[in-house]
């Protein structure tokens, strides 16, 4: 089985670097066609090329004045079911589904989402701690989950959302958690994590270019992982070399 995840940044197609902030800054703000059509065309291309089992899309918008598509995830899926690739589509709200920030404009439609093959079910739920509240789990075969995840900037706030990611770990036969973990002190932050959860980390390798002021911040080029039951056999972990945003993807591939 094959799995790929991806922090797309929304398809705006910024790649990390100072200048491409500094010459396009309004594309945060009010979107951009062909900067987003660029985008979507670089995911499909690697979508089609890798042709995984179940895609886990961080930061996608699912229909606000910024995009030009009515969601961009079931935008990729109509494209790449033309070109012979079918996935089921699924966005979900990262807010949550009431609250403030779901009732401002753009935010309530900033999600995250899924691209399924083979039937696969999924369902959100929602932390209690952080304004990005939502993991999203699908069932990848009998006794085996995934929870595709993207924490907090702040540590503190990423240590109760691993408390709570743990408790619903700890409610499956196995798991794999993979996504953007914001782990900008290192993997170390992830130790008590994987204690708890038996969990063993995988390492795709540099994940984001140097970015600006990440000297003030981080030191790690690492932020997107996959973490998996000890019995989870990995044939494959790797980053892409591909900048889908000021991401890059990752993949896992393994025998369940």
Do not use: W
Request: hydrophobic share 40%.
């Amino acid at each position: 089985m094959k799995l790929l995840s991806a922090n797309v940044g929304y398809l705006l197609d910024y790649d990390g670097s100072l200048s491409d902030y500094v010459r396009s800054p309004h594309r945060a703000l009010l979107g951009g066609e062909a900067a987003e059509r660029r985008a979507l065309d670089r995911l499909v291309d690697v979508l089609l090329e890798e042709r995984p089992d179940v895609v886990c899309l961080l930061e996608v918008d699912g229909g606000s004045y910024r995009t030009a598509t009515t969601g961009q995830v079931e935008t990729m899926a109509i494209e790449l079911a033309e070109r012979g690739l079918d996935y089921r589509p699924r966005t979900d709200p990262k807010y949550g589904e009431d609250g403030l920030l779901v009732n401002l404009p753009a935010l309530g439609n900033l999600s995250n989402g899924l691209l399924l093959r083979d039937g696969h079910p999924a369902r959100a739920h929602y932390l209690d701690t952080g304004p990005k509240r939502l993991v999203t789990e699908v069932e990848l075969a009998e006794g085996l989950s995934l929870f595709a995840v993207h924490l907090a900037m702040r540590r503190s706030t990423r240590e109760r959302q691993l408390d709570e990611i743990a408790a619903l770990v700890a409610d499956r036969e196995r798991a794999i958690v993979c996504g953007d973990f914001n782990a900008y002190d290192g993997h170390a932050e992830l130790d008590a994590f994987c204690e708890r959860t038996g969990l063993v980390l995988h390492d795709p390798g540099e994940t984001v270019p140097p970015r600006p002021l990440d000297f003030v911040v981080t030191e790690t080029r690492t932020l997107d992982l996959f973490l998996a039951s000890p019995d989870v056999v990995v044939s494959r972990c790797e980053s892409l070399d591909v900048q889908v945003s000021d991401h890059r993807p990752i993949v896992l591939e393994f025998d369940a």
